[in-house]
């Protein structure tokens, strides 16, 4: 499975913006999906979390009731639509995919997008 992680920019306090990844193959709908986050010498933090059907989702406290994860298996995608922004927000982002849902651990992962920056200025 390949991602391609887009929708990154730059955007004012209070704002939106919306990621996506596309996956390419045909095993994307097995796959759980997550998004992660990473500041300049910081850790790799998971931000939210998707189960292969779409029904269940899990945050991270911090963007809870802030951001929304969706999926679109018919067009091999994941979203993250991220409201009401904060400068904290400023990371690069990235899509991954692997076969337990829910996990905040990055090892347990199997393939990665390769990061979009969002910059939210104050």
């Known amino acids: 499975v390949q991602l391609q992680a887009s929708g990154g920019g730059l955007v004012q306090a209070g704002g939106s913006l919306r990621l996506s990844c596309t996956a390419s193959?045909?095993?994307?709908?097995?796959?759980?999906m997550g998004w992660f986050r990473q500041a300049p010498g910081k850790e790799r933090e998971f931000v939210a979390g998707?189960?292969?059907?779409?029904?269940?989702?899990v945050y991270a406290d911090s963007v809870k009731g802030r951001f929304i994860i969706s999926r679109d298996n018919a067009k091999n995608t994941v979203y993250l639509q991220m409201n009401s922004l904060k400068p904290e927000d400023t990371h690069v982002y990235y899509c991954?995919?692997?076969?337990?849902?829910?996990?905040?651990?990055?090892?347990?992962?199997?393939?990665w997008g390769q990061g979009t920056l969002v910059t939210v200025s104050s």
């Open positions: 998707i189960k292969w059907n779409g029904i269940s989702t």
């Open positions: 193959g045909r095993t994307f709908s097995s796959y759980a």
């Open positions: 991954a995919a692997g076969r337990s849902y829910g996990a905040f651990a990055p090892q347990s992962y199997d393939y």
